[in-house]
């Protein structure tokens, strides 16, 4: 039995499906059980002479990942026929050596280290991607900080905005998200505790060889370069403790979250009627050879269906976390796995699919300007009022007070008999409070985005550094 | 990249895994395509000559799963490549025949009929094993009728039941569930109905060919019989309404919920301190080499696990299918799919699980015994004082109402000097009231089990036809 | 503390809050205490003459909420304050009435069954308003069955459809969801064990007085006056089986996940860009005061809003019972209440929200009409490709299986020149082969919808009695 | 309609519960109001005389709560009414005062920023109890440092570890849990846009007052003073960037999860067949008149159902999250608010109750080694053998490699005849090689607890500090 991704849009094919495979797993959990072995050899516990059989039995490929899984339900686990394996291998180069694998280790600290292994190594991906999001859109944001559209609200026409303000809160949201899970990654912390967490094989080990010392001291300094050899953090042991593996998905996932909000912006703005954006084109991508006119924005699609994805996923991981028990739970733990598996790799076709969609995404800048004059002059009637309302009630053309709703009803006759609103402005108020000109210029759009390029400004120089 | 499960002991080496597998996914497309053209041939509109081309190209093991998958997201499906290599194929025998593949079909309507057949696969898999679950518990409950234990009522001790009650609790939910989920599969829908589901290249095709008749009515006859040739409902299109998929999805997954219950008391029943369970041994499986005395109940954490990965991909495809839009979803339709054929896969392992589980749970009628005890006559208080309180008011050894009160008065006093219950009682209360045997009676849980054999019974009856 | 529903705009106001709120919960589990008293009575086990007592103690106006609330985690649920209040108010009335109040009962009883009360209550209410829906879907989809609009797949103009099949597959949904609904409503349980499930209070009283009888019977006999009295099915004791609850939430999201649909697509359709529906305007709302122009489809958002909250009160409710233990769980079970609660309550509310929807939604066909001509005839490529393909090789104009590609290279080339379609093709096509008009009647795409027509006939035909 | 918790005994009844009602949300959003008119004020937009009327108008008891929920979905928020009547009763004191009212802010603004305050008042809370949870837990984990009780893995007895070693977990998850929360709390953003995000209104105000200024950076500057008059952090708008609200949730949650686990261990130890930890008492609490033995842990229940309720808030507003678009969200943001209040809430109640549980946590040291003895040695095996293995090889009573195993058989033999262990070891085994109290040390449970002892003194030194 084996899946290739066939149900899996969001990451079939992708980089981040090969670095979380199964394949990737166990290559993990190989690489934690041979840093054990250099971490022993190192501190003196092993000898430097089992190196060798040790590496040369570290290869997933070498193994038969499928009849792996055939054993993994009598254990609950893949890593005790693979140990079993494992040992066998090392045996044939070096029946010395075998002994020396895994000792005083238990499932727990080889699973669990090998997933943060895994997570470090495509996180390692992911915030290259997002990195690489963000500096395309920052420069996307920077070319079209006037480039000026309609700004949406609960889906409706609200006041014109600039595209490069929109995009700046893509980045705000993806900038923030990939520091957070930056910044998890480079806490990710190895496991280490044997059975039930108090690494009892060890403190026996070093209360009979080195009685001198404190037992819990060379434990933790072994321990130690375990974490070095694997570039992971050198944290106390964490069996019972899940917060590590929950901060670790809710990252993740926040990623995933930002890019979602693109997409459906991105799917509102490819629909027929709107037209403001287009997604990259690429041979054989998003077409229909019935349909030829189509062409479906799958990037954009398979960020939206990651999300879906994702969220379940850290639902199923919490299930579990908050499922756990005792020393180690009792199917609580095991949950956890396949979820954090499928967070980190949705996360990291997410990572792929927004570069590449950043990179490449089309402006139609003259499709903005004509869906923002579809309801006409009426989206400047606030500003209209709240402008010429006083100067009326300065002019004594309204009672205190009331000179907004005047200017207001003056401009909404306007709209409704299709006059010209300048004029008529112009017309129907007192002499002297406003000239043709004047709410012509305040009737322009583009003067009315606001802050819109200063706040690109302001969030480009918060994300392009970390960006490059 | 593949995965085999190293990540699942849920289902990885189950056979639910196989028949849910990406390949069985793949599978089931091409026998949708098959089918179609058998029904075109039956229809009349398209020669028997097809048949063999078509059957040849038609095993999914001559198609490579992996490229198909990297293919997967540009048009974010796997029946755009798998059709494309298919006609390929067809091609190859027969030139002629590669036009009739999948005409007037949509990439809809063969995944979500492919689908439909993966879950009749399995779910009569499922079904099977429920009903052998079934059976076997209601061998336990009819042997456990009177098998006393304490019941739990929060986690603590209540009164006592006896075990073949709890069973018949499990039975209920387990047969409930599995009659649901039955009834669901007699009526999973085929789909048809082209690119926007109005079949109109059939109707345009029919129109032309048989013009004097209603060309709907020749379009459904066509597909009732695609619907026949796959066991499948004949139902209307149902591209933009997503009921059924959540209907199937929901059904299985209550199968798995009530599963969990049964996993929750088999893992407190079979700790050490309660020993009341042991799950059926089998070499290899539950050990631990370091902890001889260490019998893990896989089984158990499996079916616990399990229903916690299945409410996580349940949520994920209520969230997809809640982002359904226009004829076919940007995203939600996508998300449906991995998150079905994973609870459908959860639930054909757990129906595994439960099966050996249910054939070999062994019960420790004396543990059930001794831990009953542990409160000693605490648990009887309430029995005691409802039944001699009247008694005593009616002799007027207490004002009316009162007389429960003093009852339980003595008797607390009597647990807590540790003075046997019965004869404080006789000593305590006016004459005549009660005798030490009877109080005794009184003090026999075996007769303090209410209607809990009569519910055996009962459940017994209701289920076990369906089982056999 | 008191929740309005501030922060809740999916139900905040509606009826459907009402009939779900704390105090109708308090009234259900009134009316279950109260029905249990009749019962008894109907059975000879009470005496006539509490009935007054326990009547007038009924009403849970006369009841301190915010009091009980406070009490409510001391036992972790609100019954037994209540109860502890109720029998004081009975006893003001009659002493000896209070005696009865509850008499074998245990906490899980009373408040299932209220759940259940409270269920079939706001139930009926939603099953009344999915009717009215349904039944105004029908007419709307009658009026549009010829209303033609461009049918949309993954967000992209596909091929024509009319507005009244869209609306088909909305009463498909919301039709089969509602009939789902209606048949759990049909047999909600009764709950009725006593403290661990067994009636063991009830047994013992059976035997004692009717010493001759199966006490069971008896029990069962009694059990179900108080069904009747209910109004509820007269179910065997399901405290440890959880199934009946997730059917009834499962079912209830059924009919609000139709509802997102439907919600989804309206959203779209509002939208300035495309101006094919309104939803039903009311003074006061979705309007803003600032943007006069603003039309907030707060109907639909309501709707779209209320999915993802349902969702996620489903998951909870599922991660409640997959935690069930025992005779009563401890904390799973508890986690049932609220999550149902809201489920049923967003329910009622969506129905609710979907009947003014329904009945007042505005329709504007020109609009779907100038959408659909956007990418112009391109939508027609597949069509008129495969039609005169084998008709220009019939004609000797192409080899056989070129036709069809030659025809879309013609058609491409007059869009791209924006030249005549049927012009072009006369033209270009070997004489005899085709006429300008009757390409043109296949550029009609009132005559390219296929099925629609009849699918709104078959639809409505197999939904509108139901709903009227 | 309203709600006050008898379907919710995790926050029932706290002051959590009360610190996010709807009063406590309307309370924050009239503080927001009025914090911008200081903020005016202070700014000079806004003259001196207005704070009166303002102040007098911001207690959230002189409105009508049930009124304004009636109101609120007609514009699918409460904050519209909400403002409509603040205006009003402004204008009661001072008819110019009430123009100053919400000048140039959004519903969004006030509703995000409240939710924010909301948070703060309530977080405040959360961690003042998490750190006297922890502050007792560092207390009890150093008092048992040395009690010695089984370890569990996968709910089975493993190896010995000390209570306090368990307890050291239970610091880790919520010392780190508490100590994101923390942070997040320490940066929770003010919102500041106006409709769209750009402040049109104010850039429009400035632009004509201070023409030779900057108007974004007066515009900042005035939101800095709102900022620092609501004590949350002067953030660039986020209106349509959630990932704060998302991280906000997200951490909260995180105690939660960790509360759960501690919950879980505490519902295994209180079993009347574990015995080893009870529940600190209260009058009338997790009590039962009809079972007086009965003492429900209805902390611990509290807890675990409260993280169950959570995990399905917390996904509610993971989906709201995903369906986020432009520059408002057409329900998805809508979805946020209910979810984070009740996560909020729930994280309240949850430290509330964590603080009563871990003060008063009793712990029986003699049922913990009982149970601890329910192998026997058997739990000693793999030490013994590990031990004694290599000097059995060393003096020459086993082939090397073969030590190990010949130990193990040998143990096993004797448990499996009831013998005494040691005194078979140095019967069996070459003269020489162990003592009788050589070996009998080697089975003190209490030396065998690993760095137990350790670990709680180096987790306690790296929380105490901070709990205090």
Partial sequence: MNDFGLLNPAWAGTRAAELTSDAAFGQAMLDVEAAWCRAQIRFGTAPESIANAVDAASKIADYD??????????????????????????????????????????????????????????????????????RELTALADQHAHTVMIGRSLDQHA?????????????????????????????????????????????DYFKAQQPESDPMELVNRQRDLLAEELGLGAASVWHANRVPVLQL??????????????????LTAVQAEHGELSEPTKAGRGGSSAMPHKHNPVLSIRLKHAAQQASGDLNTLQTGVIANTAERADGGWHTEWAALRNILRTTGAVSEVLAELAGGLEVHADAMRRNLDIHGNYIFLGRISNWLGPIVEAHGGAEPGDGTQLVSSICQEAIAAQDDMAQTLVTKLPAGVVTVSAVEKMLDPAGYTGGAASLVTAVNARYRKWST
Same sequence: chains 1, 2, 3, 4.
């Fill in 65 to 134: 990942l499928a009849a792996l899984a055939e054993q993994t339900p009598d254990g609950a686990n893949a890593l005790i026929p693979l140990l079993s394996a494992l040992r066998a291998k090392v045996a044939e180069h070096d029946p010395t050596a075998a002994g020396y694998v895994h000792r005083g280790a238990t499932s727990q600290d080889i699973i669990d280290s090998a997933l943060m292994l895994v997570a470090a190594r495509v996180g390692e991906y992911v915030v290259g991607n997002v990195k690489t999001t963000v």
């Fill in 159 to 203: 006041q014109p905005i600039t595209f490069g303000f929109r995009v700046s809160q893509w980045i705000e949201a993806l900038g923030s998200a990939g520091q957070h899970f930056e910044r998890t990654l480079a806490s990710l912390p190895v496991q280490w505790g044997g059975a039930v967490g108090t690494s009892t094989w060890w403190v």
């Fill in 249 to 266: 998905a809710q990252s993740a996932f926040q990623i995933t979250a930002a890019a979602a909000k693109l997409a459906n912006d991105v």
